[in-house]
């Protein structure tokens, strides 16, 4: 057995993914290329990104934008591009020096937020083939991205594929995208739809074959926000007549809001077998799982942590406080405080 196929059996029984998720790089017919967009709109999040892009913010010790990457190369990708602009100078160094080595990372810079279509342009020299755009903010399961690096083999003569979520109860959907009898789109907007399938939610998830490029430059400038809107490009090829499938994921986690990061690190957080705590603790220090601790934290005699915290490097944990449910992003925490359900971070104290 090849040493890769080693490495997959284990990491798919430690994680217990499906062995048929985890493929061996370069397999034939997957899509090996994936575009990754580092500048996204701050959404609600402006308090927690004034010292670094969202594409940096942290999950569990890693920034989002790995999170999502990541994902990505286990589903056996190996060449990224990653479209940055003016701000995302850390987002280069961290890939550069911290990910993968044997993935293949190139950097398109885009300049300040115009829209998904806008940024294939940024990336468009480098398309040579099928693949996927996958935005810095939004997780996935693991089994959606694979089934979307997969898509081409089993519908070859498909020209896209979008990513569906459905949001029942939820009155006003970011997209909204009706589909035919078959499961194929017949019509895409970036604004609700007001149709028999309200609640389905198309994601800023694609993947695509390089003909989207032949309607790139037919996409007007729209107006009102300087954007390119990647829906129009979608439903130009579905009217001249290409087939544009959809896969439904499981779950989704946006981050728009700071909830939002606290759900992803939860998230993540549960899926953990026992504590990680990586900075030197007093012995006086309760802590209760599930809780990530980096390195590089201070927490004082007494402290009592968790369930369900985690804490970025940087950060001081007075003694006797007491942090549940709760992130805590390089900030200070002071003696005999009580932090419950919140985000404490530089920024916000």
Not at 192 to 200: A, C, K, L
Request: proline content about 8%; charged content about 20%; glycine content about 10%.
């Amino acid at each position: 057995m090849l040493p890769f196929e080693e490495m997959r059996r284990d990491f798919a029984g430690i994680f217990r993914i499906p062995l048929m998720w985890l493929v061996s790089p370069g397999e034939e017919g997957m899509i090996e290329h994936v575009i990754v967009m580092a500048t996204r709109p701050r959404g609600s999040l402006e308090s927690l990104t004034r010292t670094r892009p969202k594409a940096m913010l942290p999950i569990l010790g890693k920034p989002v934008i790995a999170r999502v990457m990541n994902a990505y190369y286990q589903a056996g990708a190996r060449r990224f591009t990653v479209v940055v602009g003016e701000q995302e100078g850390g987002v280069i160094e961290w890939l550069s020096r911290r990910w993968y080595p044997d993935a293949r990372v190139e950097f398109a810079p885009q300049g300040h937020w115009r829209g998904t279509a806008s940024a294939l342009f940024a990336a468009r020299s480098l398309i040579d083939g099928p693949f996927v755009v996958a935005p810095c903010d939004y997780l996935l399961p693991q089994e959606h991205v694979a089934r979307l690096c997969h898509y081409f083999d089993t519908h070859p003569g498909d020209v896209a594929v979008l990513s569906l979520y459905h949001t029942p109860g939820q009155a006003e959907p970011a997209a909204g995208v009706l589909l035919d009898p078959r499961g194929y789109v017949i019509y895409v907007s970036e604004r609700p739809v007001n149709g028999h399938q309200d609640f389905m939610t198309a994601l800023p998830v694609y993947g695509f074959t390089p003909r989207v490029l032949d309607y790139l430059d037919r996409v007007p400038v729209m107006e009102d926000s300087g954007q390119r809107t990647l829906a129009t490009a979608l439903q130009m090829m579905i009217d001249d007549g290409g087939l544009v499938g959809a896969l439904r994921a499981g779950w989704c986690i946006p981050l728009e809001r700071p909830d939002d990061l606290m759900r992803a690190n939860l998230h993540f957080l549960t899926e953990m077998k026992a504590p990680s705590l990586l900075s030197e603790l007093p012995t006086s220090v309760e802590i209760i799982p599930p809780v990530r601790i980096d390195g590089g934290v201070v927490v004082g005699d007494g402290a009592k942590l968790g369930p369900n915290v985690y804490v970025e490097s940087g950060s001081v944990i007075g003694p006797r406080a007491l942090v549940r449910d709760a992130l805590v992003l390089g900030g200070r925490v002071a003696a005999g405080q009580r932090v419950e359900g919140k985000i404490v971070s530089e920024e916000t104290r």
